[in-house]
């Protein structure tokens, strides 16, 4: 989407400078009205990102007010089902996509209610935030367990930080 396009840029960068390398699905960039009228093309690239061996990991971009829209061509989708259960991934997003980490729940997968990729790892400002930092590269270690501690810095807007 034009309007985001420098948010997408920066987050594409931050990702590689994880050492991630980037998979932008097919539909996720066409524009709102598109996707509210499409949500079987949200669930492809959905089932599309399970269907991947070479994708590791989801990233939501977004919540999604209409997210529970794709349910009918997942959850009756056995190809969708299999993948989910033959192929995990790291899934990650918050708010809206609660729906998603719901269904992938059913399916057996446990995910993160955690970093969106327009929200946290495109922040707008010289870097992400430390704690959401920290948290996300979490994702690419391998744990028994750590403690889940609260950010030592609160804000209720970027400028207040």
């Given at each position: 989407m034009?309007?985001?396009?420098?948010?997408?840029?920066?987050?594409?960068?931050?990702l590689?400078?994880?050492?991630?390398?980037?998979?932008?699905?097919?539909?996720?960039?066409?524009?709102?009205?598109?996707?509210?009228?499409?949500?079987?093309?949200?669930?492809?690239?959905?089932?599309?990102?399970?269907?991947?061996?070479?994708?590791?990991?989801?990233?939501?971009?977004i919540?999604?007010?209409?997210?529970?829209?794709?349910?009918?061509?997942?959850?009756?989708?056995?190809?969708?089902?299999?993948?989910?259960?033959?192929?995990?991934?790291?899934?990650?997003?918050?708010?809206?996509?609660?729906?998603?980490?719901?269904?992938?729940?059913?399916?057996?997968?446990?995910?993160?209610?955690?970093?969106?990729?327009?929200?946290?790892?495109?922040?707008?400002?010289?870097?992400?935030?430390?704690?959401?930092?920290?948290?996300?590269?979490?994702?690419?270690?391998?744990?028994?367990?750590?403690?889940?501690?609260?950010?030592?810095?609160?804000?209720?807007?970027?400028?207040?930080?």
């Open positions: 034009p309007f985001c396009k420098h948010e997408l840029d920066l987050g594409i960068k931050r590689e400078e994880f050492g991630l390398e980037p998979v932008i699905m097919p539909n996720s960039l066409k524009d709102m009205d598109y996707l509210f009228n499409h949500p079987e093309e949200r669930a492809a690239d959905l089932k599309q990102a399970f269907l991947d061996d070479s994708i590791k990991g989801i990233i939501c971009a919540g999604g007010d209409d997210t529970y829209k794709t349910f009918e061509y997942l959850m009756e989708d056995q190809e969708f089902i299999t993948a989910v259960k033959e192929h995990p991934k790291i899934f990650t997003g918050f708010s809206d996509t609660t729906n998603n980490h719901l269904m992938l729940n059913r399916l057996g997968l446990s995910t993160f209610y955690g970093p969106c990729f327009l929200v946290d790892i495109a922040e707008l400002d010289k870097e992400m935030l430390p704690y959401t930092k920290e948290s996300f590269k979490r994702f690419f270690k391998e744990e028994n367990g750590y403690e889940i501690k609260s950010s030592p810095i609160w804000y209720t807007d970027r400028a207040s930080y």
